[in-house]
C-alpha cells in the first residue's frame, strides 16, 4: 500500500473518530479516539463471524504500518517540540532537580521493581519466563508518555506546580527510558560482555549528547528568528529545526527526541520568545504546532487502537496483563518515594504528590512501540499483550479519572 494511501486512510479514521467525540462524547481528545477506535475494530471482530473481509482489510492495512518506526523515528519529535514549546520554561526551571531525579533515578528503579515483581507473578501464573526479559519489560513500560500526559493534563486543571513536574518528567523520562531498554536489550540478545564502562558511554552519548545537541539547535533558531520579521518563514524555520534536527541526531546516534524537547524549551522560553518574535509570528508558530500536536495525537491513538488486530488473545496473556495493572502502578509509587521526600522541605509539593504522580504517569504509545520491537526468543506476544492493557488501563481508567483524584488528593 502506498505511505499516502496509509496517511489518506489514518487522516480520514481520525476525522471521522473526532467528529464522533467531540460531536457525542465530549471526551479528551487522546481518550475519545482510542476508546472509539477499539470499539470499532471489536465490532469488525464481531462482524467477521458473519464476514470478515472488513476485518482482513484492516488487519493488512495495520500489517502495512510499521508503527515503531513512525513512532519513534518520525512523530515523536514533532510532538514532543509542540509540546516543549508550550511548556512552562520558568516553572520547569524551577523543578528542575525532582524532575531529573523522576526521570533519571525513578525510571532506573521502577524498571528493577517492575522487572522483579512481573517475574514472580508470572511465576505464579505458570509462565515461565527468564528474568532479563522480564527486566526489559520494566524497561519499556517504565517511561511515563509525554505525549498521552500533555494532552490529558490540559483538560484537568491540576495545580501548575504538580502539573510542571508531571510533564517535565514525561518530556525527559522516555529518553532514559529508551537508552535502559536497548542497554538490557543488547544484554538479553546475548551481549554478555556488554560491560558497565558501555552502558555508562551509552546513556552520556544519548542523553548529555542530546540535550547538548537540543541546546545547540534551540540557540541557532532563536537567533535565526531574531534576525528577520517574516512569520511564514519562520514558522518554515521551526519545521525545519525538527526535521533536520531529528535527521542528524539520529546519524549521530544521540537522542532525537531529548534533542526536540531541549531545542523547544529554549525556543519557547518566554524571554527567547519576546525578543525573538513579533507578536503575529507568535501567534502563527503557537497555531502551527498547536494543529501539528493535534493532528498526530489523533492519528497517534487511532493507530494504539488499530494495534488491537496484532495481539495473541491468549487467556493467560489476558490474566497477566489484568495482574501487571496494580504492580505497575506501586513500582511507580516507590519509584518516586525517594526523590520526593529528598526535595519535599526544599521545594513546596503539593500534598499527596506521590499519588497523584502515581496515578498521573499515563503510558501509551511509546510503550507499545518498544513492544513492538521485541524479538519471538523475547516472548514478544506474552509482552505486548500485558503492555497494550496496561495501556489501554491507563489512558482511559486514569486519564478519565485523573482529573477526580487530582481535586481529592491535592489539599
Not at 515523536?76 to 533519571?104: C, D, E, M, W, Y
Not at 520494566?138 to 495545580?159: E, H, R
Not at 546519524?251 to 522560553?269: D, E
Request: hydrophobic share 55%.
Amino acid at each position: 500500500m502506498e505511505i499516502f494511501t496509509v496517511i489518506t486512510i489514518l487522516v480520514v479514521f481520525s476525522a471521522v473518530f473526532g467528529y464522533i467525540n467531540v460531536r457525542f462524547l465530549k471526551m479528551p481528545n487522546t481518550i475519545g479516539l482510542m476508546s472509539i477506535t477499539i470499539t470499532f475494530t471489536l465490532i469488525l471482530i464481531g462482524l467477521s463471524y458473519f464476514d470478515n473481509t472488513l476485518l482482513e482489510k484492516e488487519k493488512q492495512f495495520i500489517l502495512n504500518i510499521d508503527f515503531q518506526t513512525v513512532l519513534l523515528d518520525i512523530m515523536l519529535s514533532f510532538l514532543l517540540f509542540a509540546g516543549a514549546l508550550h511548556t512552562n520554561f520558568q516553572q520547569l526551571k524551577v523543578q528542575r532537580k525532582p524532575i531529573l531525579a523522576f526521570a533519571t533515578f525513578g525510571t532506573i528503579s521502577s524498571t528493577f521493581i517492575i522487572g522483579i515483581l512481573i517475574y514472580y507473578l508470572l511465576q505464579i501464573i505458570n509462565l515461565d519466563i527468564d528474568f532479563i526479559y522480564c527486566l526489559l519489560f520494566g524497561a519499556l513500560i517504565s517511561p511515563t508518555d509525554p505525549i498521552a500526559v500533555l494532552g490529558i493534563l490540559k483538560k484537568v486543571g491540576a495545580p501548575k506546580k504538580l502539573e510542571t513536574k508531571i510533564v517535565g518528567e514525561s518530556l525527559f523520562n522516555d529518553g532514559v527510558g529508551v537508552v535502559i531498554f536497548l542497554t538490557i536489550f543488547q544484554i538479553a540478545k546475548g551481549g554478555t560482555d556488554f560491560e558497565l564502562s558501555h552502558v555508562a558511554e551509552l546513556f552520556f552519548v544519548e542523553v548529555v549528547g542530546g540535550i547538548a545537541f537540543g541546546m545547540v539547535l534551540g540557540w541557532i533558531t532563536y537567533r535565526l528568528l531574531k534576525s528577520i520579521d517574516d512569520y511564514d518563514i519562520e514558522v518554515i524555520i521551526t519545521i525545519a529545526l525538527v526535521m533536520g534536527g531529528t535527521v542528524v541526531a539520529q546519524k549521530l546516534y544521540i537522542s532525537a527526541p531529548l534533542a526536540m524537547v531541549t531545542a523547544g524549551l529554549v525556543v519557547g522560553n518566554d524571554t527567547n520568545r519576546e525578543a525573538s518574535m513579533s507578536g503575529i509570528t507568535e501567534q502563527y508558530v503557537d497555531k502551527f504546532w498547536e494543529l501539528v500536536d493535534i493532528l498526530l495525537n489523533t492519528i497517534l491513538f487511532v493507530l494504539i487502537g488499530m494495534e488491537m488486530l496484532i495481539l495473541t488473545f491468549d487467556k493467560n496473556y489476558i490474566f497477566a496483563g489484568i495482574l501487571a495493572i496494580p504492580l505497575i502502578l506501586f513500582a511507580r509509587y516507590l519509584s518516586l518515594m525517594l526523590p520526593i521526600k529528598l526535595f519535599a522541605k526544599k521545594l513546596d509539593f503539593i500534598p499527596n504528590t506521590n499519588i497523584i504522580m502515581t496515578w498521573g504517569g499515563l503510558r501509551g504509545g511509546i510503550s507499545i512501540a518498544l513492544a513492538l520491537s521485541l524479538t519471538q526468543e523475547m516472548h514478544r506476544d506474552l509482552f505486548l499483550v500485558i503492555t497494550y492493557i496496561v495501556v489501554i488501563f491507563s489512558i482511559i481508567v486514569q486519564g478519565l479519572t485523573v482529573g477526580k483524584v487530582i481535586k481529592k488528593f491535592a489539599k
